[in-house]
């Protein structure tokens, strides 16, 4: 079982940057692939990025495009997303996810934090 809690959410203008961080409860934690998505208003979820155990292997939604950085600290169970650059567009609930392969779904979901871009 993995409980997730996300953080770092809030209002910011366009070009500006926020950090996401998703606290992460288990004891395998560091085995799990971790994801970040996002719902605004009236949409569907949307894939924004993704990063496997090690670390090592990264994914991005295309509309990223070098913006959003997911990075983890296994020894702090914990998962960031750096967003730069933001947009109005980017304005949504974001959700930290975690599974325990690639080749499952997303089985643990956080209860989100808003992220508001003005422009």
């Known amino acids: 079982q993995v409980q997730l809690v996300e953080s770092g959410g809030g209002l910011v203008q366009a070009g500006g940057s926020l950090r996401l961080a998703c606290a992460a409860s288990g004891r395998t934690f560091s085995s799990y692939t971790m994801g970040w998505f996002r719902q605004a208003p009236g949409k569907e979820r949307e894939f924004v990025a993704q990063?496997?155990?090690?670390?090592?292997?990264?994914y991005y939604g295309d509309f990223v495009k070098g913006r959003f950085t997911i990075s983890r600290d296994n020894a702090k169970n914990t998962v960031y997303l750096q967003m730069n650059s933001l947009k109005p567009e980017d304005t949504a609930v974001y959700y930290c996810a975690a599974k325990a392969s690639d080749y499952v779904r997303y089985a643990y979901w956080g209860q989100g934090t808003q992220v508001t871009v003005s422009s």
């Open positions: 990063i496997r155990w090690s670390g090592g292997s990264t």
